[in-house]
Each structure stands twice: as structure tokens, then as C-alpha cells.
């Protein structure tokens, strides 16, 4: 348990689906980040958060969507997907942007798999 | 732009010592991470360096030498549970960015009995 929780763990949904991913910390921190890790490629950031505005959005299809309800909490809602949206998608959280010399804390992932 | 390169796949004998390497070309930089992520887990932090030199913590060290754009990542005493891939990121205002992360593609490392 790293203090970052993501679920569900796996995901397999079709084109046509909506479904949402979830992130909650209890650490304390004010900045929230979904990357997108697929293989043999390095994480891509998608979504940076600061006290649950957004501040970055790094050209990502709207087929993805983030909402960041409170600084615990981060959804990243999923429509119309495409197989190559497959991918672990990770969460991570730092104290606060300019902060993050202490590092960021990942979650686990969720395994995503659209068919 | 940004870049960052390591090794994809490194193989090292238990209780030998491997390096892993990191090259990296950014505006702004800001720092230098290392991560560590065993197979369908959360990356973990391993080391910070922002000023040149060798951070030491434990049986892991890393170096950083910002003029070379260069770091290295350490491991000492192998040990099984060593088998992971080991990410450097990167931390740069490029852009007008907030400082965010910039990873590099990992390094997967086996750890040999």
C-alpha cells in the first residue's frame, strides 16, 4: 500500500462503453497526476491537478476526462475508447507542485484493455 | 524538446554491482529522479539529485552531473527482489510548465542467481 489507492485494478471494456477510474489519497498533498504507461514507451503525463484545479492538460483526446472533486480525490471518466488506449494507467500525487523534490507517490495502476 | 535515454534491459549476478546509466537533453531543468517499479506495481521513489555529485542511501547511490546531462543509478550487493525496471525522470519547467516529471522508457533489470 503505497498511500495512493486506484481502482479498479483491471478494466476491460468495449468501444462503445463508459466507464470511470478512480485515485484517493490520504496523504496530505494538493497536487494529483495521471500518467498513461504503455509498453516500451516511457509514462506520459495526461492530467496535472493543484488544489483541484487543473493546470495542465497535455493535448489528451477528450475521450478522456478528469474531475477532481477535492484534493483526495481523482476520476478520470473514459468514452469512446480505442484499442490503443490500452494501457496501466497510474495516478500519482506530490505535497504541491513546486514541491516535489520529496517525489510523487504512485498508485498501483489500472490495467486498461479496450476491445 | 526533451529527451531522456537509458539502457531498455540490463542482466547483473546476484551480489555483483550494476550501474544504470540516464542521459538527458532539457531546458529548465529542475532535478533528476529515480524510480523503481517491480512488474504490475506502483513506482516507487528511489533518489533525488539536483546539485552534481553522488547521493548515497543505503546499497543504492546516484550521481548526476548536470554539464553532461548524465546520471547514473547504482545498485550494490544485488539481490533478487533487485529485479525490477528502474525509471529516471526528469523535472523541468520546459515550456512554462509546471515542473513536472518527464520519464524515461525504464530500464528492466534481471537479477541472475
Known amino acids: 500500500e503505497t498511500g495512493v489507492t486506484q481502482t479498479p485494478r483491471h478494466l476491460v471494456m468495449g468501444m462503445t462503453n463508459k466507464k470511470s477510474l478512480k485515485c484517493e489519497q490520504h496523504l496530505g498533498h494538493n497536487a494529483m497526476y495521471w500518467y498513461k504507461q504503455s509498453a516500451k514507451k516511457p509514462l506520459e503525463l495526461m492530467f496535472v491537478y493543484s488544489l483541484e484545479e487543473r493546470v495542465e492538460n497535455n493535448s489528451v483526446p477528450s475521450r478522456f476526462s478528469p474531475e477532481c472533486p477535492n484534493s483526495s480525490h481523482l476520476f478520470l471518466h473514459l468514452h469512446t475508447l480505442q484499442p490503443e488506449d490500452s494501457a496501466l494507467y497510474l495516478c500519482?500525487?506530490?505535497?504541491?507542485?513546486?514541491?516535489?523534490?520529496?517525489?510523487?507517490?504512485f498508485g498501483s495502476g489500472t490495467r486498461l484493455t479496450v476491445v | 524538446g526533451q529527451n531522456i535515454d537509458q539502457p531498455t534491459e540490463m542482466t547483473a549476478t546476484e551480489g555483483a554491482i550494476v550501474q544504470i546509466n540516464c542521459t538527458y537533453q532539457?531546458?529548465?531543468?529542475?532535478?533528476l529522479f529515480w524510480y523503481q517499479q517491480h512488474a504490475g506495481e506502483a513506482p516507487t521513489f528511489l533518489s533525488y539529485?539536483?546539485?552534481?555529485g553522488l547521493e548515497e542511501k543505503g546499497r543504492f547511490s546516484s550521481f548526476l552531473s548536470r554539464s553532461k546531462g548524465y546520471s547514473y543509478l547504482l545498485l550494490k550487493e544485488l539481490q533478487m527482489k533487485d529485479s525490477a525496471s528502474y525509471l529516471c525522470a526528469v523535472r523541468s519547467n520546459y515550456g512554462g510548465s509546471q515542473g513536472n516529471l518527464i520519464f524515461g522508457k525504464g530500464t528492466k533489470l534481471s537479477v541472475k542467481p
Open positions: 539529485n539536483v546539485l552534481d
Open positions: 532539457t531546458s529548465g531543468f529542475n532535478g
Open positions: 500519482a500525487s506530490s505535497q504541491a507542485l513546486d514541491r516535489a523534490y520529496y517525489g510523487y507517490t
